[in-house]
């Protein structure tokens, strides 16, 4: 239905407005939309059975790709009449886990907090007979568990010229090169598949008041994430407890944490949060699947100089994690040192800072973090003021629910040094983001 010129207008205005306020046009479509359900909330479809003699058997639960923490296994029977379902069996990855005589034909079991791959099989008979049978194969969160070799996950997400997140592309749509070769796509998928997020909230000086609308802008960001994506808030030192990330797959517990979670502003203003950056990268580097570094800045103009330059010795950043965890004092960390961390960690930064007065392309003292957050495929999103925050977190989280997730495996995964990642989509109208570069870690040696 079109609309009147005059509601048109109004709507074209409001929209405008709210594009022109926030500074990133390519969300414009992402930025103004209310909450949105959570991907886990429309599932596969549902399994079904053959149809023995009118007789079969609907896997209701679970429907998810990926199974965590506590989950019902369910089936719906369908029954010809004057018949009776006499006994529901359960198997659990090859075992019989349990057994059912009557309805509800359902069973509530934890499979932890590893996202691993499991096989659930359901069997069941009537009384007269006849005989049902339904599986269900979920899927692990490490692509590297079955992989022969050292695997790259590359997430991407891609616009079109308007700036809407494009869906629906296939591997062939894309190419990804390596140091300028064509690498061979081993792994693809079009959902959202599981993610590691660690929130950092940091302020500093007068932006401590923004602190509650940072902490409504992480909350409005993980609101439509599925159920198995981890969630942590960066914990402060407590005395002898250094600064730690405690993931979960329960939002509502992560929903606590970081509205209990605080804030520091002492020291350098450079130093506090260098070291939560690394904090937050040591505790997504050993994560399986996507890893992503959510930092809320609320700060007044630039007081900090700019960056330091990176380091010129190869072995210097892991010098600096080692001093890091030890009970001795470390030397503080820096910028360009934190910034060195999350390429290691092979994190994706997503930032969103609230900075008075400034524009959406200004960077100040932040142009080395905008520079980490492009690398890494995320966006750095600089805002004047707190209000509308929370629709920048949900556009920033849009991205995360239409990202297609590709890996390949590299050539020589031994040898040293950043390698160049270089993803292209066949339409020259479509714009690719992907992280640009990494570094390969040694494969094990038996």
């Known amino acids: 239905m079109i609309l009147a010129p005059r509601r048109f207008l109004i709507t074209a205005l409001a929209v405008f407005a709210t594009a022109f306020f926030l500074g990133i046009g390519s969300m414009l479509s992402g930025s103004a939309a209310p909450p949105r359900t959570r991907a886990s909330d429309h599932p596969r479809a549902a399994s079904r059975s053959i149809d023995d003699s009118g007789f079969s058997i609907t896997l209701a639960s679970p429907r998810v790709p990926y199974l965590t ?64 049978r339904v599986s269900f194969i979920s899927r692990s969160s490490d692509l590297t568990d079955v992989a022969a070799r050292s695997v790259v996950i590359v997430p991407a997400v891609v616009r079109d010229a308007d700036g809407r997140l494009v869906d629906g592309l296939s591997v062939s749509d894309f190419t990804l090169l390596e140091n300028g070769a ?27 008041e923004a602190l509650p609308a940072l902490r409504s802008a992480g909350a409005a960001f993980v609101e439509p994430l599925p ?5 942590g808030v960066l914990r402060k030192p407590d005395g002898s407890v ?51 570094v959510l930092l809320l800045l609320a700060t007044e103009p630039p007081r900090f100089g700019p960056p330091a330059p990176p380091a010129t010795d190869p072995d210097a950043p892991r010098r600096g994690r080692e001093r890091a965890g030890r009970d001795d ?90 390698r160049s990642i270089d993803l292209k989509v066949r339409r020259a109208d479509f714009e690719v983001k992907a992280r640009k570069s990494y570094a390969p870690e040694p494969e094990a040696k038996p």
Do not use: C
């Open 69 to 132: 923490g506590r989950q019902t296994i369910a089936i719906e029977p369908t029954i010809p009449s004057g018949d009776v379902v006499a006994q529901v069996d359960i198997f659990l990855d090859g075992k019989l886990s349990h057994t059912m005589i009557k309805p509800p034909f359902s069973w509530e079991t934890d499979f932890g907090e590893a996202i691993t791959r499991h096989t659930i099989v359901v069997t069941a008979v009537t009384r007269a007979g006849r005989r049902a």
């Open 182 to 208: 064509r690498q061979r796509i081993v792994h693809f998928d079009r959902g959202p598949g599981p993610v590691s997020v660690a929130v950092v909230a940091r302020t500093e000086g007068k932006g401590r």
């Open 227 to 231: 159920t198995f994506h981890a969630l």
């Open 242 to 292: 250094p600064r730690r990330v405690d993931f979960t797959y329960n939002h509502d517990l992560f929903g606590q944490r970081l509205a209990d979670g605080g804030e520091e502003a002492a020291g350098p203003a450079e130093q506090p949060l260098a070291e939560d950056l690394v904090a937050a990268a040591l505790a997504l580097k050993s994560r399986p699947g996507v890893r992503v």
């Open 329 to 418: 004092h470390p030397e503080p960390a820096t910028l360009a040192g934190a910034v060195d961390a999350l390429r290691e960690a092979r994190a994706m930064l997503q930032v969103i800072a609230v900075v008075p007065g400034a524009g959406p392309e200004d960077e100040g003292p932040y142009a080395a973090l905008r520079e980490a957050s492009e690398e890494s495929g995320g966006e750095f999103v600089i805002i004047p003021s707190p209000a509308g925050i929370e629709n920048v977190g949900r556009a920033l989280s849009d991205t995360l629910l239409h990202q297609y997730l590709l890996s390949y495996s590299p050539e020589d995964p031994d040898r040293q040094g950043r």
